[in-house]
């Protein structure tokens, strides 16, 4: 069994996959700020609804970064002390490349990283950049850009706004690896003042 863990978008993604990446069962929910509180009992309830334990796991896929520094951090501790206890394997993946594999390479992907910026993968071979609300706006609309895989607050008037990921597609364009611990991965913006 595989145990997928999205944290990073809202509403977040718990998923229990088998062995040929077919989802078993899954539960969304909105975790904002209560990812001590939540994970651990939605996990546990999740194996337990579909009479699955911690050691039927053989992988458990995180998503990592970008987010929150407490919420990766906490999800990254669950995730390990899981791992601890069990020893099986761990694969970690970042926002922008679960939305190139759901979405087969489409662009651009923004992301939220705080009121007034986003962070944004402008297409394949761009790195990622941090760039203000309005000047994201300028840029769609410099582009003729209208639709755009994201995870935002943000109101952008007619753009469509693709959200919707397929977690078997990026589960089969994984290839999951047997590392034993995560680190917590994020990116401190420099303050600007």
Known sequence: MILFIDTISNPCFIGIFDEKKNIIKNISY?????ESSTLIPNIDNLLKENDLSYSNLENIVLVNWPGSFTGIRTAVLVVNTINFIIKKNMTDINYFSMYEFAFDNKF?????????????????NSKIDIISNE?????????????IYWDTKINLWSI?????????????????????????????KPNIS
Do not use: Q
Request: net charge positive.
């Open 160 to 188: 469509k706004k693709i959200t919707n990921i397929d977690y078997k597609k990026v589960l089969d364009k994984i290839n999951l690896d047997n590392k034993k611990s995560l680190e917590a991965f994020y990116l401190k």
């Open 108 to 124: 651009p992907i923004i992301k939220d990283s705080s009121k007034r910026d986003l962070f944004i993968k402008k297409d394949k």
């Open 30 to 34: 909105d975790i904002m700020w209560n």
């Open 135 to 147: 000047d994201l706006i300028n840029y769609l609309k410099e582009n003729n850009i209208c639709e």
